[in-house]
């Protein structure tokens, strides 16, 4: 058996609540959590889960083509603009 050695690090009080009650849900440890965790990473070499950032919704992909379909109808004289209360005139 390999010598098992300490390792400490912070997380927010909350974040660490809710973990240890999803361990205790399925019959682990926080440690054994992170012991699976750990030897999933050195076995595949990568975060074993998508980590991404938040898109803002105004770039997501929708709405690029919502613009792009509004620009072609703006060039073609086809867009139909409307007042609105929020905007001033």
Excluded: W
């Excluded at 300490?6 to 609540?17: A, C, E, G, P, Y």
């Excluded at 929708?62 to 139909?80: D, F, P, S, V, W």
Aim: aromatic residues 10%.
């Amino acid at each position: 058996m390999a010598q098992t050695v300490s390792v400490n690090f912070k997380l927010d009080s909350d974040v660490k609540r809710s973990m240890e009650q999803a361990c205790a849900d399925m019959g682990l440890s926080m440690s054994a959590a992170f012991t699976i965790f750990a030897k999933k990473v050195g076995r595949e070499r990568r975060i074993p889960f998508e980590v991404s950032a938040p898109v803002d919704p105004f770039y997501s992909e929708a709405n690029i083509r919502y613009l792009e379909q509004k620009y072609e109808e703006y060039k073609a004289g086809r867009l139909q603009m409307a007042e609105h209360e929020l905007i001033e005139v």
